[in-house]
Nanobody, 122 residues
Framework: QVQLVDSGGGLVQAGGSLRLSCATS????????VGWFRQGPGKEREFVAG???????YYQDSVSGRFTISRDFAANMAFQQMNSLKPGDPGVYYC????????????????WGQGTQVTVTS
C-alpha cells in the first residue's frame, strides 16, 4: 500500500498563491504518473493537473496558465504551484498516483493522499 501525504493548503485571498506538496516514502512513486484532484462542497472530485513518469504535464483548461505541477524524483515528492487563485478554486485537494501513463479520470488512480483544504476569500 502506497501512502501519500498531502500538505500546503490554507486560506488565501483571491489572486494569491499556494504551493501544495505530496510526499511518500515509496520508491515506486517515481515510476507512477501523479495527479492533483479537487473536490468542492457537493461536487464530484475533478482532475486538475497531471505529470507523467517522464515529467510531461497536462492540465484542466480552467487552471492552465495559473497552476504548475512538478515533481522531484529523488525526493519522491510532487508539487502544485497555484497562482492567481480564484473563488472557483476552493476545495479539498488530493494528490494521487497511477500506473497509467497519462491518466485524467479518478478511476485510473490507484493511491490517494488524505487531502488538503484550500479556501479562497474574495
Amino acid at each position: 500500500q502506497v501512502q501519500l501525504v498531502d500538505s500546503g493548503g490554507g486560506l488565501v485571498q483571491a489572486g494569491g498563491s499556494l504551493r501544495l506538496s505530496c510526499a511518500t516514502s515509496e520508491r515506486s512513486f517515481s515510476s507512477a504518473a501523479v495527479g492533483w484532484f479537487r473536490q468542492g462542497p457537493g461536487k464530484e472530485r475533478e482532475f486538475v493537473a497531471g505529470i507523467t513518469r517522464t515529467g510531461g504535464t497536462y492540465y484542466q483548461d480552467s487552471v492552465s496558465g495559473r497552476f504548475t505541477i512538478s515533481r522531484d524524483f529523488a525526493a519522491n515528492m510532487a508539487f502544485q504551484q497555484m497562482n492567481s487563485l480564484k473563488p472557483g478554486d476552493p476545495g479539498v485537494y488530493y494528490c494521487a498516483a497511477s500506473r497509467y501513463p497519462r491518466p485524467t479520470d479518478k478511476d485510473e488512480y490507484d493511491y490517494w493522499g488524505q487531502g488538503t483544504q484550500v479556501t479562497v476569500t474574495s
